[in-house]
């Protein structure tokens, strides 16, 4: 029995000391190995100039749409041209009946003619008085009548070249030309219609010269100014960019869209329509020597956007201010500077002060 009891004590102190051996062994090979890394893609922050943008989609509208008036009465004898009809600049586009003007000239130049004979004949009466008051054939009274009556018929004269130069004008209103190039957008009369002095007969939208006029969200009032960049596109047009300046900034905010309007004059350079949509993109600011690093190197955690700068092996965390993005690029206005490496693909995975290997990306 006591032989027995001693090879069980014995057997169980052998099984110790080995399950011990066992577990020193483990520790001491756990305690030998390294860290995984993490193996991941990295690229270096560069500094470049950067604009600050706001777009907006505005409207575009003819810089010049004026009506055109009748300059002088009459009945509606011919229209020249229609609604989206272009003219040019003293181009014809409608008659006015001639035959009252016609006479009103014959009569008024009839009256010239006959106070301009008139005239010369008292002109030599006036000589011829003059003469005889030298040799004292008529008194000094005489001359002065004849020279009052000479006087007279010269402010007639005047008077008829006058109303024969009115008239002369009047009948060159009949023709109603344009004041400027562009496109007929209203025929407001037609053939046999009577107009007065003054009332519109057509209306041109002048498309050599446009306004722009692009509303902003009213938050962005504050950084809004005259002489500003915009980069302006129109779909009527989508290969074509036009840079403009903004010229004025309306004081009131509109009711309707509760944004501040900026209006910009610019030429149009062909296929622009007024009354179309344009995008225009407006440079705020210009930053020189922003620090920025691709989009994907930005990762979102608790304490808020952050990206991996790697030295020494190690992923360091920093915590981001974020500015302005641009083609796949994100600037840094603080967490990391100008030349540090910065985790790109993989960073997704990585975890303050994590082991890495790195592949630097050109």
Do not use: H
Not at 55 to 60: D, F, K, Y
Not at 308 to 321: D, H, P, S, T
Not at 332 to 354: F, K, P, R
């Amino acid at each position: 029995m006591k032989a027995k009891c001693a090879a069980t004590l014995i057997l169980t102190v052998a099984l110790a000391v080995a399950a011990c051996s066992k577990k020193e062994e483990a520790a001491g090979g756990a305690a030998g190995k390294k860290p995984k890394s993490t193996p991941i893609t990295a690229i270096k922050a560069v500094s470049s100039n950067v604009s600050v943008t706001q777009e907006a989609i505005g409207l575009i509208e003819s810089k010049a749409a004026p009506f055109v008036s009748a300059e002088t009465a009459g009945r509606v004898e011919k229209i020249l041209v229609d609604v989206g009809q272009k003219v040019a600049l003293g181009q014809p586009l409608a008659e006015l009946d001639k035959e009252n003007l016609t006479i009103e000239k014959s009569a008024a130049s009839a009256d010239v003619s006959r106070l301009s004979a008139l005239a010369a004949n008292q002109e030599k009466t006036v000589e011829r008085y003059a003469q005889l008051a030298k040799e004292n054939f008529v008194n000094r009274a005489m001359v002065d009548d004849v020279q009052v009556q000479l006087k007279a018929l010269q402010e007639q004269l005047v008077s008829a070249r006058a109303r024969l130069a009115r008239v002369e004008s009047d009948l060159a209103k009949t023709t109603i030309t344009s004041p400027a190039g562009g496109r007929i957008e209203q025929r407001l009369v037609d053939v046999g219609d009577f107009v007065s002095v003054g009332r519109p007969v057509f209306r041109i939208a002048a498309a050599e010269f446009l306004r722009v006029v692009l509303p902003f969200p009213e938050t962005v009032a504050s950084s809004l100014a005259t002489g500003q960049k915009v980069k302006l596109s129109s779909p009527s047009a989508p290969e074509i960019t036009v840079d403009g300046m903004v010229a004025e900034i309306r004081p009131m905010i509109s009711a309707g869209a509760r944004a501040v309007e900026l209006i910009l004059d610019v030429p149009n350079p062909g296929g622009w329509k007024p009354g179309g949509t344009v995008k225009g993109v407006l440079t705020m600011e210009e930053r020189q020597n922003a620090v920025m690093i691709p989009e994907t190197c930005v990762v979102l955690r608790p304490a808020g956007a952050v990206a991996y700068v790697v030295e020494g092996g190690l992923a360091k965390q920093r915590v981001l201010k974020l500015g302005t993005r641009k083609d796949g690029l994100v600037e840094i206005i603080s967490g990391v500077n100008d030349g540090q490496l910065v985790a790109m693909d993989g960073a997704a995975y990585l975890t303050d002060n994590a082991p890495v290997s790195v592949r630097e990306e050109k």
